[in-house]
């Protein structure tokens, strides 16, 4: 099964702003609602942004998601020490024997 | 508030069947919203969707693992299960139970369960 594709890892100091991408196809992303989890080390992951571009309550407003055809982008603005870990975009794969498809997932380092 | 936890054996020896249950609290397993699912993560690596059951009991599962997996859920005891034959070192992995409403819309975990195949 295939996957979604991220930049294994991004970096950025205090403050700054941080975006990952998720590359799919017409057949996931291109098609459905792109989904962003958050995993900080040692954790179970977390939704962050669902349906494309929304936060759950209790997420803050610094962390925004967008979807342009078959791409998807997770934006960190005003990054903190506490965002450092792992983020994985997720999709639903219209294939035949198709399913939920994650992404590799992209490590988050706060400089 | 929704809880999820993951209870089964540690350690499975090569070739035998994981088996894995998911307590559930705060839902019930028959919510006519809710998907049921198992996520794997091997160490050091990112995650994997093994499968979806749905309140009525139809599913549908990761193609790599189709041949070998089964996913049950029992309404009287509020829990769901995974079944997975033919173990082998690469299905070494935290094993997650999740809810999803809907089915990507992975809202509540449980802390994991590792499992390890080894002889």
């Known amino acids: 099964q295939s996957v979604l594709t991220q930049p294994p890892s991004a970096s950025g100091t205090p403050g700054q702003r941080v975006t990952i991408s998720c590359f799919g196809d017409?057949?996931?992303?291109?098609?459905?609602?792109v989904y962003w989890y958050q995993q900080l080390p040692g954790t179970a992951p977390r939704l962050l942004i669902y349906?494309?571009?929304q936060r759950p309550s209790g997420v803050p407003d610094r962390f925004s998601g967008s979807k342009s055809g078959t791409s998807a982008s997770l934006a960190i603005s005003g990054l903190r020490s506490e965002d450092e870990g792992d983020y994985y975009c997720?999709?639903?794969?219209?294939?035949?024997?198709?399913?939920?498809?994650f992404g590799g997932g992209t490590k988050v380092t706060v400089l | 508030q929704v809880q999820l936890q993951e209870s089964g054996p540690g350690l499975v020896r090569p070739s035998q069947t994981l088996s894995l249950t998911c307590a559930v609290s705060?839902?019930?397993?028959?919510?006519?919203?809710?998907?049921w699912s198992w996520i794997r993560q091997p160490p050091g690596k990112g995650l994997e969707w093994i499968g979806f059951?749905?309140?009525?009991?139809?599913?549908h599962y990761n193609p790599s693992l189709k041949s070998r997996l089964n996913i049950s859920l029992d309404a009287s005891k509020n829990h769901f299960s995974l079944k997975l034959a033919s173990m082998t070192a690469a299905d070494t992995a935290l094993y997650y139970c999740?809810?999803?409403?809907?089915?990507?819309?992975?809202?509540?975990w449980g802390q994991g369960t590792p499992v390890t195949v080894s002889s």
């Open positions: 997720a999709a639903w794969d219209d294939r035949v024997l198709g399913g939920v498809l």
């Open positions: 349906s494309n571009n």
């Open positions: 017409t057949s996931n992303v291109g098609a459905n609602y």
């Open positions: 059951i749905y309140s009525s009991g139809s599913t």
């Open positions: 999740v809810r999803g409403r809907p089915a990507t819309r992975f809202d509540y």
């Open positions: 705060g839902d019930s397993v028959i919510s006519p919203d809710s998907y």
